[in-house]
């Protein structure tokens, strides 16, 4: 009897080796198109990944408070958006309440908008450069501030941002309660619509409305941001001639929207009032309940003090 470790035994080879067919088969391989296009997606996702992460890396607090920051910015957008939509329905409201505000000033003797207008309408490029300003002002350079206060002086974004969010909220409350239609809404008392004569834009397109706030005259956002934007940007600047930009701004903003038939002084005026208002909310309320992340900072007085 042979043993299981004999040398017969052990060379004998088992009787379904030669019928196998996955034994006698070769292994198939990747051709080298194939191989060098599988490494190539994973070297673009390698890359791409660490991309990502240095990015991430130079972000103040990385990409989680990032993403927690725009989300917040889309949501104010969004009730913004649904509440224009409430306000564009109300249009004999609107143009009642306009007619209100011109006999206002003219009863205090400061119905000056259209002889301001009158004054400029001849500098058509002058027109056309507050045509731009008043379409573009309130998104590009609010956000492209927003953004670099965010990146180059983090310490002082959140409270900006704060006062954003509570302005935004109280002038919702004004275009619910108060819808007002603009005095471009007005050709009869001497307003011209600048912006549909001399930029050919129109402001009941799908794109002007995107931009343009159809009766929400009161307050005035874009002074509103322009304050905001200004007064902090003049306070975390350090060079002079950033602070005489910043410092200039929302005086031109003011008349931007006056010479544009866009707004009254009375709601450039507003405008400020609501931007104050939401200073004195972001520090007394938002800042005292987070000291540490809402209060107002500035590295230039953090370095002083």
């Not at 390698?46 to 949501?75: C, H, M, N, T, Y």
Request: include cysteine.
């Amino acid at each position: 009897m042979r043993g299981w470790g004999s040398a017969s035994s052990s060379t004998r080879p088992p009787s379904w080796a030669a019928t196998s067919p996955s034994i006698a088969t070769p292994i198939q391989t990747a051709s080298p198109a194939a191989t060098e296009a599988v490494n190539g997606r994973i070297t673009i996702v390698v890359s791409v990944s660490r991309a990502f992460a240095r990015i991430g890396e130079k972000l103040p607090q990385g990409w989680g408070d990032a993403g927690r920051q725009l989300g917040i910015l889309v949501l104010v957008d969004v009730a913004y958006e649904l509440v224009r939509g409430i306000a564009d329905s109300q249009r004999s409201d609107a143009i009642a309440h306009g007619q209100q505000v011109i006999d206002f000033e003219r009863s205090t003797h400061t119905f000056f908008e259209p002889s301001l207008q009158a004054f400029f309408l001849p500098a058509h490029w002058l027109i056309d450069f507050a045509n731009q300003m008043y379409l573009n002002a309130q998104f590009s350079i609010a956000l492209g501030f927003l953004v670099w206060l965010y990146l180059f002086r983090n310490e002082s974004y959140y409270f900006v941002r704060n006062m954003f969010v509570v302005s935004m909220g109280l002038a919702l409350v004004g275009y619910t309660a108060f819808p007002t239609a603009p005095p471009r809404m007005f050709p009869e008392h001497g307003f011209v619509d600048t912006i549909v004569d001399f930029s050919k834009v129109n402001h009941d397109s799908t794109l002007a409305k995107i931009f343009i706030n159809p009766y929400a005259a009161v307050p005035s956002m874009h002074c509103a941001f322009a304050l905001m934007i200004g007064g902090s940007g003049f306070m975390v600047c350090r060079h002079w001639w950033a602070k005489a930009f910043w410092a200039c701004w929302p005086p031109l903003i003011a008349w931007v929207v006056i010479v544009t038939a866009n707004h009254y002084w009375v709601d450039a005026a507003l405008g400020w009032m609501v931007a104050i208002a939401a200073a004195l909310v972001a520090q007394r309320l938002l800042g005292r309940a987070r000291p540490e992340a809402w209060a107002w900072r500035s590295r230039f007085q953090e370095a002083e003090a």
